[in-house]
């Protein structure tokens, strides 16, 4: 069974900082694609980073020079450094992964719980 577990989410004023983190477990052979995506109340989810596990990375237009996403392929792991914070950046914040377990062939996506970011002005 596979587990994506993130932390580091909080409250913080506007302009300051963040790490997110979210660590993967379980029966994994192999991880493409890591990413992080936020959901704001009343609101669908979007994506916010997205980072392949060769490095490449895609942001959103409304995050792009204030977050960092980044791997460390050996622990399965993916963070998210938001610097700048806005308070339209709070939302639930969400780490999916597209894995494949050593019992597969394919690739799933799998999510996270999610993390509550808040931004106050």
């Known amino acids: 069974q596979v587990q994506l577990v993130e932390s580091g989410g909080g409250l913080v004023q506007a302009g300051g900082s963040l790490r997110l983190s979210c660590v993967a477990s379980?029966?994994?052979?192999?991880?493409?694609?890591m990413g992080w995506y936020r959901q704001a109340p009343g609101k669908q989810r979007e994506l916010v980073a997205t980072?392949?596990?060769?490095?490449?990375?895609n942001y959103a237009d409304s995050v792009k020079d204030r977050f960092t996403i980044s791997r460390d392929n050996a622990k399965n792991t993916v963070y998210l450094q938001m610097n700048s914070l806005k308070p339209e950046d709070t939302a639930v914040y969400y780490c999916?992964?597209?894995?494949?377990?050593?019992?597969?062939?394919?690739?799933?996506?799998?999510w996270g719980q999610g993390t509550q970011v808040t931004v106050s002005s």
């Open positions: 379980g029966s994994i052979y192999s991880i493409n694609l």
């Open positions: 999916n992964a597209d894995l494949r377990t050593y019992d597969s062939i394919r690739y799933r996506t799998y």
């Open positions: 980072s392949t596990s060769g490095g490449s990375t």
